[in-house]
């Protein structure tokens, strides 16, 4: 505390938010890059049937395996004596976590009904390796272009998911 003229004052060091901002800058940077990279590089391609049920089948797995995990992981915090307080946290909040993979399946399912006739797909060049190295803000380019592949673009989406 200074006083000056009647008057108190606090200085304190400088709060440094550059590296959050910078984070948040290179990935709505990495959005924009994908979104150009996607709408140029797009074609349709013709599926069967056979397609969309893979995929479903793949992610009624994941989905599968979620639930199984936080059933495990709920019994372990039901049967301990004392609680950390992410236990508490988990079992607070373990009703959200089951309705949101339970509502995941359900939207699953109306996606299946929405292409049970569906005979082509949008594809397109996905990056699918986000870093933030690999992200130049300076010049708008990305870098490292080794693991590019045609596939659908939620695939950099998720991949971006499972690294956050």
Request: glycine share 0%; hydrophobic share 35%.
């Amino acid at each position: 505390m200074t006083a000056y003229n009647d008057q108190f004052f606090y200085l304190m060091e400088e709060l440094n938010n550059s590296k959050c901002l910078f984070k948040e800058a290179k990935i709505k940077s990495y959005f924009q890059l994908l979104s150009y990279i996607h709408s140029h590089s797009c074609y349709n391609i013709k599926v069967n049937q056979e397609y969309f049920k893979q995929i479903y089948n793949d992610i009624i797995v994941v989905i599968s395996e979620r639930l199984q995990y936080y059933n495990n992981v709920m019994n372990e915090c039901e049967q301990s004596k004392y609680r950390s307080p992410s236990q508490w946290l988990f079992l607070l909040n373990y009703y959200r976590i089951h309705d949101s993979l339970k509502e995941a399946e359900y939207y699953l399912k109306l996606y299946m009904n929405k292409v049970k006739d569906c005979q082509i797909n949008r594809v397109c060049l996905i990056y699918k390796h986000f870093h933030y190295d690999h992200i130049f803000l300076k010049h708008q380019k990305l870098i490292s272009l080794d693991q590019m592949q045609i596939n659908m673009p939620i695939y950099d989406i998720y991949d971006i998911y499972k690294k956050l």
